[in-house]
């Protein structure tokens, strides 16, 4: 038998984003995880300054916008990015 490995699907988010777009793709985002029953974990980057700064500085550099500030919703696989909402 194999060890059952936890991995943990992380999705920082801003609960208080005045962009009606981010909110959306943020709801679309964890809609979809709930709906497939994939476990999350939800860390908001606006009352946070810690869940903030560590997503800045782990979406790489290749996937940041223009302004070098990625844009809420973010996923990561434990340490791993995986994507935003595009």
Do not use: H
Request: with cysteine; glycine share 6%; proline share 7%.
């Amino acid at each position: 038998l194999f060890p059952t490995v936890e991995m943990v699907i992380k999705v920082f988010v801003a609960t208080s984003s005045g962009s009606i777009a981010i909110r959306k793709k943020q709801q679309e985002v964890v809609g979809f995880l709930e709906a497939n029953k994939i476990d999350f974990k939800e860390l908001d980057i606006a009352g946070d300054e810690d869940n903030r700064r560590w997503m800045r500085e782990n979406v790489p550099g290749e996937k940041k916008p223009q302004n070098g500030i990625p844009l809420p919703p973010q996923i990561f696989n434990e340490e791993q990015y995986c994507g935003d909402f595009d």
